[in-house]
């Protein structure tokens, strides 16, 4: 099996599995039980947030523990704009938003709220001047990815963050599902007030993630119940999921420090080969994150390009797995200015640092096999 679809979701390390299994096993009881069993669990989740706050460089009353990127995102956006519409209802988004962020802040539309979905370039960036030019006195948050997920742009969040600093009043809210482990992101003196990270991006497990929240920022609860998680995440806490969650967050830290050159070889290797491909179009930016590449093959489906690759068991993706069974067309290939074609017939491979040259070499070859195959049954 050859597996490029890391964006969607990656294999969980052996090692997480375990210490989710461990947890599971041993310190079941509730962590707001008053007995020593529900004492022990409760000090366990304190020092996996402890762990993830060295990790992060953060305090530990700044770690929330959510399922995931969704979660962390509806938290942070819908938190910021119920808490703070009587002194302003205007977000500023941009149009390549992963579908939790995008339609998070199309939802607040319905309740009174203006949302500034500012465009981006043909490399999938924002203006930092368009987004400085939107800032308005009633703008209580801006909201920008700092990976794409489709097509690997960067965002500049270190120039964003400096004008956040410019207005206090205003939240700064990171998606960073993409770009953790990969492009590592500074939350001291940045000027971010939110980041959404999950687990399951980085050989975690699906329905674990944190959401980083600096001490200044207040948020309306979304969950009301039992107070957990600084009343801003009521419900009985997945202690399992947030240790395997700081296991994998510790793993992809190390594996980040040491193997980041291979992952950016391998894309290399990718970009230049389908170049040499006449019917292939890339669509991600030559400066894109180390793991994602995407292209188009005008003229033949996607779903047909993947079947065909997945009878060999090699799998790849076309957008994001939250809205890839929707309607063809890639919004944020679109966003970038391209035709309907290449944004129709758009793929996305994405790596981890399992992937080998070797496993990029065979799909190379399997995916203009499949190309001229289906070009000959077209003629």
Do not use: W
């Amino acid at each position: 099996m050859i597996y490029l679809d890391n964006s969607a979701t990656t294999k969980p390390h052996p090692d997480v599995l375990k210490s989710f299994y461990q947890v599971s096993d041993t310190f079941f009881a509730n962590p707001s039980s008053i007995h020593q069993l529900g004492g022990e669990t409760e000090k366990l989740l304190l020092k996996a947030k402890q762990q993830a706050a060295q990790l992060l460089h953060v305090e530990e009353d700044e770690i929330i523990f959510t399922s995931g990127g969704t979660e962390g995102n509806n938290i942070a956006i819908k938190g910021i704009a119920l808490e703070h519409q009587n002194r302003g209802k205007h977000i500023i988004t941009s149009e390549i938003e992963h579908p939790s962020v995008y339609e998070a802040c199309k939802s607040l539309e319905q309740l009174g709220f203006e949302i500034t979905f500012l465009p981006v370039d043909q490399n999938g960036v924002v203006s930092v001047k368009e987004l400085e030019q939107s800032i308005r006195k009633d703008t209580i948050l801006i909201s920008i990815m700092h990976v794409n997920n489709e097509i690997g742009s960067i965002q500049p969040i270190k120039e964003i963050g400096e004008i956040a600093k410019k207005h206090p009043k205003l939240f700064f809210h990171i998606d960073y599902v993409q770009g953790l482990g990969k492009i590592p992101l500074a939350f001291a003196n940045s000027g971010i007030d939110l980041c959404t990270m999950s687990g399951h991006k980085i050989h975690g497990l699906k329905g674990t993630g944190i959401l980083y929240i600096n001490k200044r920022t207040k948020l309306f609860p979304l969950f009301h119940g039992g107070e957990q998680e600084r009343s801003i995440r009521s419900g009985t806490e997945n202690v399992a999921g947030a240790v395997a969650m700081v296991k994998a967050l510790r793993l992809i830290k190390e594996r980040e420090n040491v193997e980041i050159n291979k992952m950016k070889a391998l894309r290399d290797l990718l970009k230049i080969e389908l170049e040499k491909i006449d019917d292939i179009q890339i669509n991600s930016p030559e400066a894109g994150a180390p793991h994602i590449m995407n292209f188009s093959v005008p003229g033949i489906k996607p779903e047909v390009m993947i079947h065909i690759l997945g009878e060999q068991h090699i799998y790849i993706s076309t957008k994001s797995a939250c809205s890839s069974k929707q309607t063809d067309e890639s919004r944020i290939v679109s966003a970038c200015g391209f035709n309907q074609e290449r944004a129709k017939t758009a793929l996305r491979v994405s790596l981890s640092y399992e992937n080998t040259e070797e496993e990029i070499r065979i799909f190379l070859t399997k995916l203009n096999e499949a190309i001229q195959q289906l070009k000959e049954v077209m003629e």
